[in-house]
């Protein structure tokens, strides 16, 4: 009668329980989906230590499952800060008329390149800009006309040094 009661009660539901946690961990090994981190209650109703046992084996693997979606939900939230910086950066750092950069970040790069300059490994060249007769179209033509023409020289400026850092100063472009 003891034999039946513990195998009924003790080794039988041990089984199940060992059997339910060995399928889980082989399915959520390497799984990316947290979705798919199922766990197969081996439905244990002995109203004993083994019964409590399994319960908390249930308990976990669903709080596993949700500690895994929401680091990944985490994961995902720092990637979109990390757009909206670099958003931010664009917006910060470039002339929204020219499309070039700013004076914020030409005094960024001027640090770098006076670094550069003391350690003996600055190659670079300086090229200033000026628009002649600028006031002339902006008090003749208007305004829009004027920023048509400080756009349509930054364009070409850049075209030109496509591979050297444009920035807009002031009214100038350098």
């Known amino acids: 009668l003891f034999v039946t009661w513990m195998n009924h009660n003790m080794i039988e539901p041990v089984r199940r329980l ?3 946690v060995v399928n889980f961990a082989k399915k959520s090994h390497d799984q990316a989906n947290p979705d798919k981190l199922d766990y197969e209650d081996p439905q244990i109703h002995t109203r004993n230590e083994v ?7 249930s308990k976990m693997t669903l709080d596993m ?3 895994v979606k929401s680091i990944l939900e985490a994961e995902n939230r720092v990637e979109d800060m990390r ?8 917006i910060a750092y470039q002339v929204a008329l020219t499309h070039v950069k700013n004076k914020a ?4 790069t001027k640090i770098r390149v006076d670094d550069d300059i003391a350690a003996g490994r600055a190659r670079f060249g300086i090229n200033m800009a000026d628009l002649n007769r600028l006031k002339y179209i902006n008090d003749n033509y208007g305004h829009e006309h004027g920023n048509d023409y400080i756009a349509g020289a930054c364009h070409h400026i850049c075209i030109i040094f496509n591979h050297s850092p444009v920035f807009r100063i ?3 472009i350098a």
């Open 65 to 67: 499952r949700n500690y």
């Open 18 to 20: 060992e059997k339910s």
């Open 170 to 172: 002031g009214g100038d």
């Open 105 to 108: 970040w030409y005094d960024k």
């Open 51 to 57: 019964e409590s046992l399994a319960d908390a084996v």
């Open 83 to 90: 757009t909206q910086v670099s958003q931010m950066d664009v």
